[in-house]
Structures are given as structure tokens and as C-alpha cells.
């Protein structure tokens, strides 16, 4: 069983920026990818990155060249730089791997909010 916990949201200014973090426990070693995802209200929720256990990262277009997605294989921890903010950045994240979101197992997940 994975267990992935997120952390580091909050309250910006667009323009600003904030660093999110998954720490990820139990069995790492199941694990190829790991994905940040978010939801805003009224919205479906989206895949914003992923990286897998070679350290290839994928992004979805809207957060390209501003967000920046890492791991530290020493904390077991993925996190989610994200610079240049925007209003419509404002959801709440979830970091997941593929497997367990298919299976609809979510966390909490930390909200950010993006004002004006």
C-alpha cells in the first residue's frame, strides 16, 4: 500500500509562487510514476505533471514553462514548484500515482488560491 500526503498550499498573488510536497511512504518500490493533479470547483479534475522513477517529467500545456515538478529519492518526497501564478491556477492539488487514481483512492489534497 502507497500512501501520499500533500502539503504547502495557500494564498498568493498572481505572479507569485509556491513549492507543494507529496511525501510518499509504504511500498515505494510499486510506484513508476507520480502525478500532480488539481481540481477547481465546478471543474473536472486535471493531470498537471508527472514524473516517473527515471526522473522524466510531463506537463500539461497551461502549466508549461512555469511549473516545475521533482523528486528527492533521499525524503521519498515529489514536489511541484510553481512560479508566475495565476488566478486561474486556483484548485485544490492532489498528488497521485496513476494506479490509485484509477482505483479512486484520493487524499486530502492542499488547497492553493491564486488572487488577483
Known sequence: QVQLVESGGGLVQ???????SC???GSIFTINAVGWYRQ?????????????TRGSTNYADSVKGRFTIS???V???VY?????LKVE?????YCNTPTLGLKGSWGQGTQVTVSS
Request: aromatic share 2%; no cysteine.
Open 14 to 20: 498572481a505572479g507569485g509562487s509556491l513549492r507543494l
Open 23 to 25: 511525501a510518499v511512504s
Open 40 to 52: 477547481a470547483p465546478g471543474k473536472q479534475r486535471e493531470l498537471v505533471a508527472t514524473i516517473t
Open 71 to 73: 523528486r528527492d529519492n
Open 75 to 77: 525524503k521519498n518526497t
Open 80 to 84: 511541484l514548484q510553481m512560479n508566475s
Open 89 to 93: 491556477d486556483t484548485a485544490v492539488y
